[in-house]
T-cell receptor, first 113, second 112 residues
Framework: GAGVSQSPRYKVAKRGQDVALRCDPI?????LFWYQQALGQGPEFLTY????????KSGLPSDRFFAERPEGSVSTLKIQRTQQEDSAVYLC???????????FGNGTRLTVT | QKEVEQNSGPLSVPEGAIASLNCTYS??????FFWYRQYSGKSPELIMS????GDKEDGRFTAQLNKASQYVSLLIRDSQPSDSATYLC????????????FGTGTRLKVLA
């Protein structure tokens, strides 16, 4: 596709539910990042993939957060047993290679009630 | 100390003026620096990338990098109301594994 595609755009979950957020990066982009952005803050790093390898997951807030990119293309960020503090915009970004600029998707706004 | 620091603003400038946005970073080995613009409710979009010391110009935008001072800035000439947005500074951190760290952003208001 022409850009990074994320789905769903909006997700409302009841506390305790599991959610799965999808990211389809730009074709050919090796690097894929997930960020979390709270209102009025900059994006906070969650995790990084190079192809199918998850090279850095140091930003994942807890073991309820899990990300995968099994075939080196589409990625899924899963949040188990959602909590209110998980409410945020989740941004996916891809880049052609390390050092290349990030291209962001439109994000998924998660609201946990 | 935060890894990437920006003044949150808002920075208000009159239409037609030069807006100057600043960013400092803590990792001395950072090599890649980016400025993103983010409109309210939208995702960040890339404005400029800079990798070497000095100035880089693209249209009304100029990025300036000083690695010795660990400082990167963005100048917007002839500011327009449509430039009103939050500007995010991003810096690579390659100690450990590769990632980009963002500042909290500076909110710019261009007054018509």
């Amino acid at each position: 596709g022409a850009g990074v595609s994320q789905s769903p755009r909006y997700k409302v979950a009841k506390r305790g539910q599991d959610v799965a957020l999808r990211c389809d990066p730009i074709s050919g982009h090796v690097s894929l990042f997930w960020y979390q952005q709270a209102l009025g803050q900059g994006p906070e790093f969650l995790t990084y993939f190079q192809n199918e390898a998850q090279l850095d997951k140091s930003g994942l807030p807890s073991d309820r957060f899990f990300a995968e990119r099994p075939e080196g293309s589409v990625s899924t960020l899963k949040i188990q047993r959602t909590q209110q503090e998980d409410s945020a915009v989740y941004l996916c970004a891809s880049s052609l290679a390390p050092n290349s600029p990030l291209h962001f998707g439109n994000g998924t706004r998660l609201t946990v009630t | 100390q935060k890894e990437v620091e920006q003044n949150s603003g808002p920075l208000s400038v009159p239409e037609g003026a030069i807006a100057s946005l600043n960013c400092t970073y803590s990792d001395r080995v950072s090599q890649s620096f980016f400025w993103y613009r983010q409109y309210s409710g939208k995702s960040p979009e890339l404005i400029m990338s800079i990798y070497s010391n000095g100035d880089k110009e693209d249209g009304r935008f100029t990025a300036q990098l000083n690695k010795a001072s660990q400082y990167v800035s963005l100048l917007i000439r002839d500011s327009q109301p449509s430039d009103s947005a939050t500007y995010l500074c991003a810096v690579d951190r390659s100690s450990g594994t590769y990632k980009y760290i963002f500042g909290t952003g500076t909110r710019l208001k261009v007054l018509a």
